[in-house]
């Protein structure tokens, strides 16, 4: 009886090692779809001389990769009288950094541009159009 114990208490640690040194795989939607995994948690940007430039932003990636060349889109809306929080305009444009898989950080604390503005416009929302994955 006591032989079966050990050989339980074996297997079980044997096979517990094998599953913790599984190498986590991406899936065919973390390729295909990062704009699913990758998501835009907040931005900071002001409009000097008719420039839309962007200080910083904070992104989630809930993937288990990495992500490179973030493609994302920003929608400008009107702060001006008849027409206020109506959409005026968008841009698109690529972020370029690498986020890393699992993460929440800050990125491009420097600013970069990010087409035209106008003082009566404000940035609501950016979304995620896709991205570049890095796989080793």
Do not use: C
Request: hydrophobic fraction near 45%.
């Amino acid at each position: 009886m006591r032989w079966k114990a050990i050989l339980f208490l074996m297997i079980f640690t044997l096979y517990s090692s094998l599953i913790e040194a599984e190498e986590v795989k991406p899936t065919k939607s973390m390729i295909l779809h990062p704009e699913w995994y990758l998501k835009v948690v907040d931005f900071s940007y002001f409009i000097a001389a008719r420039v839309a430039i962007f200080s910083n932003f904070k992104i989630e990636n809930t993937a288990d990769i990495a992500y490179k060349d973030i493609k994302v889109k920003a929608y400008y809306y009107s702060t001006f009288p008849g027409s206020v929080g109506q959409i005026v305009s968008s841009t698109s444009g690529y972020l370029p950094i690498t986020v890393p898989p699992n993460s929440n950080n800050t990125y491009l604390k420097n600013g970069i541009t990010m087409g035209a503005g106008s003082i009566n416009y404000r940035v609501k929302y950016v979304e995620v159009l896709g991205a570049t994955p890095v796989i080793d």
